[in-house]
């Protein structure tokens, strides 16, 4: 299995040009996450999903928009590119959340470095 | 807000020793913590977890112990190698059942193995 699988692993925009990161899991997981990290700031959650077809904000969801048309994808978008958006982004996934606890550890990708000129 | 936060920002010990990495958590409704590790260039990965109604969880090499009194989480790490230097992320689940499992991070120590 390869688990969580992050494309490309970097890329570098100018201001306003629009991209999709893509984010496949091959563990069945109904839960999946996009993550970016900042130095000094940890990770911080952008959108998530709990199940195909649906998809919630997170911490900072602002600038960013996603897609779960498929159970084992994860699709973040980036309409209009900023400066502030420069980071690395990490997808992650997990099992259903089940009474006991069951499916909070998370399984992250590699990561995309991804800077906006 | 609530949050989660580390300590200290670096630590470096001698290969051989033991390290202790600590991290202070706010939300007292917490009840599900975790350790991550991260390599450069690498996503983060799952070192060990803990529940709320313990104290104390042993994993190889790792231990974690959880303070629910001064709201305090340590991480051990037993006879410390030149591959576990990394940056090491506590992390808390605010989520439930309808919104996944939402951790929130802290900062992030940087563990530095001396050989």
């Known amino acids: 299995n390869a688990g969580v699988t992050q494309t490309p692993k970097f890329r570098v925009l100018k201001t306003g040009q629009s991209m999709t990161l893509l984010c496949a899991q091959d563990m069945n997981h109904e839960y999946m996450y996009w993550y970016r990290q900042d130095p000094g700031m940890g990770l911080r959650l952008i959108h998530y999903?709990?199940?195909?077809?649906?998809?919630a904000k997170g911490e900072v969801p602002d600038g960013y928009n996603v897609s779960r048309l498929k159970k084992q994808n994860f699709l973040l978008g980036l309409e209009s590119a900023a400066p502030s958006q420069t980071s690395v982004y990490f997808c992650a996934s997990s099992y259903r959340l089940l009474r006991g606890g069951v499916g909070e550890k998370l399984f992250f990708g590699s990561g995309t470095q991804l800077s906006v000129l | 807000g609530e949050s989660v936060g580390l300590h200290l920002p670096t630590l470096s010990v001698q290969e051989g020793d033991n390290s202790i990495i600590n991290c202070a958590y706010s939300n007292s409704a917490s009840d599900y913590f975790i350790w991550y590790k991260q390599e450069s260039g690498k996503g983060p990965q799952f070192i060990i977890d803990?529940?709320?109604?313990?104290d104390k969880r042993q994993g190889q090499r790792v231990t974690v112990l959880l303070n629910k009194t001064v709201k305090h989480l340590s991480l051990q790490i037993a006879a410390t190698q030149p591959g576990d230097s990394a940056v090491y992320f506590c992390a808390e689940n605010m989520g439930g059942e309808t919104s996944g499992s939402r951790l929130t991070f802290g900062e992030g120590t940087q563990l530095t193995v001396n050989p």
């Open positions: 803990i529940r709320s109604n313990m």
């Open positions: 999903s709990v199940g195909e077809g649906t998809t």
